[in-house]
């Protein structure tokens, strides 16, 4: 029984670049739902999405950032022309279709802008 | 908006020794509360949870009471172990969000170390 998994862990890019970070929810989940966490911080929300459509998008910055997750295939948070200050950890986590407080987060990923 | 303040670190207590970290939080309505606990270079792990005022969550030794009067979740064990050394979460989630929404706000985080 796989819990969320993401991928990949780590992730370098140069200033300028794209980062795709992806995330595939517990079996039978259709909710996802991706924080940021910056360094000495807490976990900040960005994005609200089920399948095939985006909830919830107002912790997502306006530009550079966007979210999706397909009827098939893994939810993507793709980071266009990536600077210094996208660093930072990235999580996931996923929730049953009836919804539901209980979250379940994925390892990370890991991004940093050299 | 919604806000969760918990205890700065970092902590670090010998073995055995009691823990309390406090956490008081800023809601409309009635949130559910929990506590996510991350382990070095992991996800975080929901440690416990509580729905409604005086409920209280408990696991792996580890308590917290949803005081309403008080607006605090405040995490408790009686003896710490060298294995619980991590980054203690505080966290609430919104049913004002919509729907099914539930996305959470977090407190900053609590590094505890034990030492042997």
């Known amino acids: 029984n796989a819990g969320v998994m993401q991928n990949p862990r780590h992730l370098v890019r140069r200033r300028g670049q794209e980062a795709r970070l992806r995330c595939s929810p517990m079996?039978?989940?259709?909710?996802v739902y991706w924080y940021r966490q910056l360094p000495e911080e807490g976990l900040k929300f960005m994005v609200y999405l089920q399948k095939e459509n985006i909830i919830d998008e107002s912790g997502m910055p306006k530009e550079r950032f966007s979210a999706e997750f397909p009827k098939e295939g893994p939810s993507i948070l793709r980071i266009q022309q990536v600077v210094r200050g996208d660093s930072a950890a990235y999580f996931c986590a996923s929730s049953p279709p009836s919804g539901g407080t209980e979250q379940y987060f994925g390892p990370g990923t890991r991004l940093t802008v050299t | 908006g919604n806000s969760v303040t918990q205890m700065e670190g970092p902590v670090t207590l010998s073995e055995e020794a009691f823990l309390t970290i406090n956490c008081t939080y800023t809601a409309t309505g009635y949130p559910s509360l929990f506590w996510y606990v991350q382990y070095p270079g992991e996800g975080l792990q929901l440690l416990l949870k509580?729905?409604?005022?005086?409920d209280k969550g408990s696991n792996k030794g580890f308590e917290a009471t949803y005081r309403k009067e008080t607006t605090s979740f405040h995490l408790e064990k009686g003896s710490v172990q060298v294995s619980d050394s991590a980054v203690y979460f505080c966290?609430?989630?919104?049913?004002?969000?919509?729907?099914?929404?539930?996305?959470?706000?977090f407190g900053k985080g609590t590094l505890l170390t034990v030492n042997p």
């Open positions: 509580a729905t409604k005022a005086d």
């Open positions: 079996k039978g989940h259709s909710h």
């Open positions: 966290a609430l989630s919104d049913p004002h969000s919509g729907g099914s929404n539930y996305k959470l706000t």
